[in-house]
């Protein structure tokens, strides 16, 4: 019982000092660890994926995926600093990978570490889709939702060991692998709560609107992912994004808001489509 109270004293300290805010909805979120301590490990882990997995290069998919990362990483930047936050990205270590694999998934683990699989481009279909996964996948690394889940995960183990609040470092790599779906399933994300997935989506209509893609795609790219999810077994990037009509009907209902948003950074055109 005392341990027990122990462990809730230093669980409430761990929370108080280790809230992040949330530069999009302006909430504190829980960040028990620093970027400064996430991102190398983030970094390592991306560094292995690519290292046990066929990464594309030199092809015109590939640079799509390139081009369109380096114009949502501008926009990220143009916005946060629009926004008064100035220095939140100067951890960020951009990048952005086709990997040969036909699971249907993308990802951004934190600091701005992009994978895309070839196997989601014959469902995105164009350029523009594209830009709404990436746009959607760099706003939940942004908002830190994998580092919540992360946090949520470190003070369950915290619990487990009751008050033991020292970290070592390969449980710190374990509860990562854990959090951003890395290891027994590799690249797999699991799936965030759907207030993450409502805030993802309103933030990476943002970004693609801000460069310059039009965000009426967004819902599009839904509505064939539905399609698509028919059979057995769900594409893993539906498995882990639910989608449904009242999230299609509220990207609907938030492009406009979205087109408004890059007026102020005068986008007031969008590129083509660009199906591949
Ligand atoms: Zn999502």
New binding site residues.
Partial sequence: MKLKKTFLGFAAIALIISCATNPFTGKSTLALVPNSQLFPTSFAQYNQFLNENKVIKGTKQAEMITRVGERIKAATERWMNANGQQGYLNDYKWEYNLVDDKTVNAWCMPGGKIVFYTGILPIAENETAIAAIMG?EVA?ALANHGQQRMSAGMLQQIGAVAGNVAIKDEQSRNMFNQAYGIGSQVGVMLP?SRSH?SE?DKIGLYLMAVAGYNPDEAAELWVRMKANSGGQAPPEFLST?PSNDSRIAELKKLAPMAKEEAKKFGVTTYRPLGKF
């Fill in positions: 959607h939940h965030f997935e993802a994004h």
